[in-house]
């Protein structure tokens, strides 16, 4: 049995820095690896769909607040090898809960097994329970509680075939959840989805960006909390590390000081419209809910009758695809897109989410550029074009995965 609360820096003589997993998603690591470092990291090295670092409490605090393609934060406390679900409880009550959390304290347990040994992850999660609860009931006769909507501690119990691994959550609720995203939005595309998406097309602040099927408005609204320069977290006020032991409050709000003090808003030129009513209203309750309702010029209308005001920048599409929002005639829909891009838009980079790859091919341009990605368990293609006078010629590129 392993503890990894802490591991060693290169020098033997520097205190212990804590090991964290980020986890983002696929095809978004390096973006995530240069974030980190910015922010403060140490140690960092890329993983499958995450990041490991060091790290000490305030480089916490900053990643909580401003990582952008980060979906959670995990701290690994505990590694062993079980063979079996006893040998899982059996090691895990052995271990000093005690060190992260009381009787008093509630949790839950969030788990991913990718095992043939255990082969039922909710057996497993509940035998990680009773190892926790048995331990605490042993020594004190008390016994935590489960609370699984707002824990005070949230677990996370990862194995792959007979190695386990037990972390603490550091956010709490996902990272990717901003707080703009308003009730009842259709099919909206995940926030770190989009933030890693904008950062694929080569958007950054600065750069005029145009999002003519805003829908619910991720991407404008992603967009402008990047150019904005505060944190993206930065009006949340509820992260699990705040339960754990050792939390410095004053430290917290230092940091947030920091933070603002170091704000570098960049100006930029920001344009979202549908042609949908509700879709402008989803998208204005997300800006003024971020108060980023000056930051995005905002209004109602059709994508194929609409000029740009800027003679370069970024367009983006997020157009109807899949069960929940089909398109009545795909092929002759994307086959507008490709003339309305020919026509209104050359100078530009252009690029289209879907899950609908042939529909996408009748766009009858070069493409420049395609990312294999999912939006949520709906598997989708990123598929970016450089739009030039004239152009109209089709020329696939290797596909990369995101």
């Not at 939006?375 to 074009?385: D, F, L, P, Q, S």
């Amino acid at each position: 049995m392993n503890s990894e609360s802490e591991i060693r820096s290169d020098h033997s003589d520097a205190p212990a820095l804590p090991l964290y997993f980020v986890k983002t998603l696929a095809g978004f690591e390096g973006f995530l690896e240069k974030e980190l470092i910015s922010l403060g990291g140490m140690q960092v090295e890329q993983a499958k769909r995450g990041v490991e670092f060091q790290a000490d409490m305030a480089t916490l605090f900053r990643v909580c607040l401003c990582s952008r393609f980060a979906l959670t934060v995990l701290r690994p406390v505990l590694t062993f090898d079980a063979q079996n679900p006893d040998a899982l409880y059996d090691e895990a009550k052995r271990w000093d809960w005690g060190a992260i959390m009381t009787a008093q304290s509630s949790f839950a347990i969030d788990v991913t097994v990718h095992s043939g040994v255990f082969t039922h992850s909710q057996f497993a999660m509940l035998r990680l329970k009773d190892a926790v609860v048995d331990h605490f009931r042993e020594f004190s006769g008390l016994r935590p509680g489960i609370n699984r909507e707002d824990p005070d501690l949230r677990i996370h119990l990862h194995i792959a075939h007979t190695t386990v691994t037990i972390s603490l959550d550091a956010a709490g609720r996902p990272l990717s959840r901003r707080g703009y995203r308003p009730a009842g939005a259709k099919a909206p595309l995940n926030e770190v989805l989009a933030a890693g998406l904008l950062a694929h097309a080569g958007w950054k602040p600065g750069i005029p960006l145009y999002d003519p099927m805003c829908g619910s408005g991720t991407f404008s609204v992603e967009a402008a909390l990047w150019a904005d320069g505060f944190p993206i977290q930065w009006h949340r006020r509820k992260f699990a590390f705040m339960d754990w032991r050792g939390y410095d409050e004053d430290e917290w709000w230092s940091v947030r000081d920091e933070l603002k003090e170091s704000r570098e808003p960049i100006e930029t030129q920001i344009f979202a419209s549908d042609r949908d009513f509700a879709a402008i209203s989803q998208t204005r309750q997300a800006l003024t809910t971020m108060e980023l309702e000056d930051q995005v010029e905002l209004g109602r209308s059709d994508f194929f009758r609409l000029k740009p005001q800027t003679d370069e920048g970024i367009v983006v599409l997020n157009p109807p695809y899949g069960e929940r929002m089909p398109l009545e005639d795909a092929p002759a829909f994307y086959g507008k897109v490709g003339d309305a891009f020919k026509s209104n838009w050359p100078g530009f980079s252009a690029w289209i989410i879907s899950s609908d790859v042939e529909g996408m091919k009748q766009v009858g341009l070069k493409i420049k550029r395609r990312i294999k990605c999912f939006n949520g368990a709906m598997e989708c293609r990123w598929m970016g074009w450089d739009l030039y006078e004239g152009t109209g010629e089709k020329a696939p590129e290797p596909e990369t995965k995101a």
